[in-house]
Each structure stands twice: as structure tokens, then as C-alpha cells.
């Protein structure tokens, strides 16, 4: 089983590499673009065929090591 | 209109963040994991009404700045 974690910054969080991007994309003269937020996506290669284990086992994941729960917000998408 | 854009490293580059990611992930006891692959996620909040004009923009914003096309793959989604 696949999964993929989308790891996001808050809402409200300042994301500076956001900003840098959106300051690079006026200067190539991309003039329709509102807002710039960069997160990660980290794709796991499972060896879980049970979806709530699988589940509950990224959750986990999220918590201890893949996300910083203060400041991130994770979703978590499983693919058979 | 949002735009989603996923970057990934393609099949066969070293991807040393996730090979690290995945080695940590080990030490936790999460013994359950093959693999490891770890891209980015840009949304982008567009001023732009028309579909195709916004999926022109963002493939030509992806090969312009947001993807290094030797070593990355993209993908485009468009929210309305």
C-alpha cells in the first residue's frame, strides 16, 4: 500500500519560502498569482495490506516525526 | 482558481531526504516502510477565471522556476 503526506504549514504561519517564490514568479513577469504556499509531500511505500493499520500507523508517523504539529498540518491519502 | 503543483524527484534520482526520512522512520520501530520519497507541494492562489490560460501559465511557471526538469518530475491540479 501507498501512502501520501501532505505536510502543510498553518494557516496564518508565515512561510518565507512561499514568499520568495512569489516575489520570483512577478519578476519572470507572472503577474496572476495571489498567493505562493510550499509544503512537502512525502510518499510512503507500505508493507501493510490492512487500511486501518496502515491508517493508524502513518497517523503516528505524522506525530512523532513527520510533521511539527505546532506549526504544520498534515493528510494523510492511502492508494492500494 | 488554486493550483496545486506536486514536484517529485524522478524514479532513479537519489532522493537523500527520503533514504534519511526512511532510516529514521526505522529507528522509531516503524518497520513497516520499503521506501521513502519526499517532493514538494506548491499551491498557488491564481487571478485567473480561464482553465486553460491558468494550466498554460502554471506548466510554463513549472519549467520556468518551480521545477528543475533534468532531475524533476511535476504535476498540475487546477481547483475552481
Redesign the interface.
Known amino acids: 500500500m501507498k501512502a501520501i503526506v501532505?505536510v502543510?504549514l498553518k494557516t496564518g504561519v508565515l512561510d518565507s519560502q512561499?514568499k520568495a517564490?512569489h516575489h520570483?514568479?512577478e519578476s519572470?513577469h507572472?503577474s496572476?498569482?495571489?498567493?505562493?504556499?510550499?509544503?512537502?509531500?512525502?510518499?510512503?511505500?507500505?508493507?501493510?495490506a490492512d487500511e486501518t493499520k496502515a491508517m493508524a500507523?502513518v497517523t503516528?508517523?505524522c506525530e512523532?516525526?513527520?510533521a511539527n504539529t505546532v506549526i504544520e498540518d498534515y493528510q494523510i491519502e492511502l492508494i492500494k
Chains 1, 2 share one sequence.
Not at 496572476?32 to 501493510?48: S, W
Request: charged share 25%; net charge negative; proline share 0%.
Open positions: 501532505n502543510s512561499g517564490v520570483a514568479l519572470l507572472f496572476n498569482v495571489n498567493d505562493v504556499r510550499i509544503g512537502k509531500q512525502i510518499v510512503l511505500n507500505l508493507d501493510e500507523d503516528k508517523m512523532e516525526l513527520l
